[in-house]
């Protein structure tokens, strides 16, 4: 199979490539530098089939997975309408190059319009700069609610 597809973590193939994938991407600089724990291993997929609002997308190269993006729904109050985050998007170093991140973006953008969705979010590091350009290429900008007050930061405390 070669193609962009919606994941179904019901299939084995797809369940799989997931993990694969996304652990691929952990190990990674920009996604840490670190293999995904075998908690997160063992029980990722178990945990992301009872999110009704998780969305992945898969990309497969003659069967191989190549790229995913693992998204999430969200509300937005101010436009009283579902937001579509991209938590993780991730081309396999294997396959980078051929255009594949716009490949996903565009799915994650269709199932985006199929839901209503007002908008679509990510987050991506300042020194990903081959990432920040794919998203800009797609239309992607800098979030802000008034150019006086500036772009939106994103900040974590971890638990």
Same mark, same amino acid.
């Given at each position: 199979?070669?193609?962009?597809?919606?994941?179904?973590?019901?299939?084995?193939?797809?369940?799989?490539?997931? #993990? @694969?994938? !996304?652990?691929?991407?952990?190990?990674?600089i920009m996604? %840490?530098?670190? =293999?995904?724990?075998?908690?997160?291993? *063992?029980?990722?997929?178990?945990?992301?089939?009872?999110?009704?609002?998780?969305?992945?997308?898969?990309?497969?190269?003659?069967?191989?997975?190549?790229?995913?993006?693992?998204?999430f729904e969200?509300?937005?109050?101010?436009?009283?309408?579902?937001?579509?985050? #991209? @938590?993780? !998007?991730?081309?396999?170093?294997?396959?980078?190059?051929? %255009?594949?991140? =716009?490949?996903?973006?565009?799915?994650? *953008?269709?199932?985006?319009?199929?839901?209503?969705?007002?908008?679509?979010?990510?987050?991506?590091?300042?020194?990903?700069?081959?990432?920040r350009s794919?998203?800009?290429?797609?239309?992607?900008?800098?979030?802000?609610?008034?150019?006086?007050?500036?772009?939106?930061?994103?900040?974590?405390?971890?638990?």
């Open positions: 199979m070669t193609g962009v597809v919606r994941a179904d973590l019901c299939d084995a193939s797809h369940a799989s490539a997931v #993990i @694969h994938l !996304l652990n691929e991407y952990a190990i990674d996604g %840490g530098g670190e =293999k995904l724990s075998e908690f997160s291993r *063992e029980h990722l997929v178990t945990e992301l089939k009872k999110r009704a609002d998780c969305r992945i997308v898969l990309a497969f190269i003659d069967d191989v997975p190549a790229g995913l993006a693992i998204c969200g509300f937005s109050t101010f436009q009283c309408a579902p937001i579509m985050n #991209i @938590h993780d !998007l991730a081309v396999a170093p294997d396959f980078r190059g051929r %255009g594949l991140s =716009k490949q996903l973006l565009a799915k994650v *953008e269709e199932i985006a319009i199929e839901t209503n969705c007002c908008k679509i979010t990510l987050e991506v590091l300042e020194g990903n700069t081959i990432a794919a998203y800009h290429q797609f239309g992607f900008t800098g979030y802000e609610l008034n150019p006086g007050m500036g772009k939106a930061l994103f900040y974590e405390k971890k638990l």
